[in-house]
């Protein structure tokens, strides 16, 4: 049995290192995702400073044309006026021309806005632009390298499901089924040491004989923690120095 709980162990190893090569790849649609949203969010950015300065160009030309009218408009009142009869017809045209002439004034005013507006504008897409750049080029990198370590996860995780095949092929199938089960039940751990007569995993205290029986060399069967249900295995703490010396000195006096 000690020489299956070994081979257990070795299982559990390689499942350790299989579990956290499958939470890297499990990350990487995640850190693409965040990558291809920068992308997007700057490309949004620059979509937006274009439409704010298409949009000003549109209103400058409509106030390039309102002036346009306007100013035909005073010069046809002004013609018309010295065209007409009667004074009140002068004085009305000329008032229609003033009027017109106002609304000129108001026109280059708020084309002048549109021309500033405007200048504004295209600074701030050229700022987009440089900025989407700089981006895209982040991003390039970054799909390359999380493409890269995605490669050598997924070759580390071919290699590891092979050492597992391998693991598993030595061990009992049944046993293997059961350590299976404890181990989804616990987080991947399903065989635990003796830790001072207690569960190296929960703590619970082992009772006295299925210590004894761990033990042993030739003890039969796998012993599970009467808490946590974990099978149990025992390994010899190293002798320490004055214990050795001890030995020794017993040795010595022998012969």
């Not at 632009?129 to 990198?141: C, G, Y």
């Not at 089924?177 to 987080?187: F, V």
């Not at 761990?214 to 003890?219: A, C, F, G, V």
């Amino acid at each position: 049995m000690r020489a299956i709980l070994k081979e257990l162990l070795q299982l559990q190893e390689v499942d350790t290192r299989l579990n956290a090569v499958r939470a890297r790849l499990a990350v990487f649609p995640q850190r693409l995702a965040e990558v291809n949203a920068r992308l997007a969010a700057g490309k949004a950015q620059l979509e937006k400073s274009k439409e704010s300065h298409s949009t000003a160009l549109k209103d400058r030309k409509k106030y390039e044309l309102d002036v346009e009218q306007w100013k035909e408009k005073a010069r046809k009142y002004r013609d018309q006026a010295y065209q007409v009869k009667t004074n009140e017809a002068f004085k009305a045209l000329q008032h229609e021309a003033e009027m017109a002439e106002g609304e000129i004034a108001k026109s280059e005013d708020r084309l002048l806005e549109e021309m500033v507006s405007s200048e504004q504008y295209d600074r701030q897409v050229k700022a987009a632009e440089k900025s989407f750049k700089q981006v895209e080029e982040e991003v390039r990198a970054e799909r390359t390298k999380i493409e890269a370590e995605k490669t050598v996860t997924e070759k580390d995780l071919v290699e590891l499901e092979a050492e597992r095949a391998k693991a598993v092929a030595v061990i009992p199938e049944d046993l293997v089924d059961h350590y299976q089960r404890i181990a989804k039940k616990h987080g991947g751990v399903a065989v635990a040491a003796i830790r001072g007569e207690a569960c190296g995993a929960c703590g619970a205290h082992i009772r006295p004989h299925v210590f004894q029986e761990l033990s042993r060399e030739d003890n039969p069967e796998p012993y599970h923690c009467e808490l946590c249900t974990r099978i149990l295995y025992y390994i010899e703490p190293p002798a320490t120095a004055e214990a050795t010396a001890q030995a020794a000195a017993a040795h010595t006096s022998e012969n």
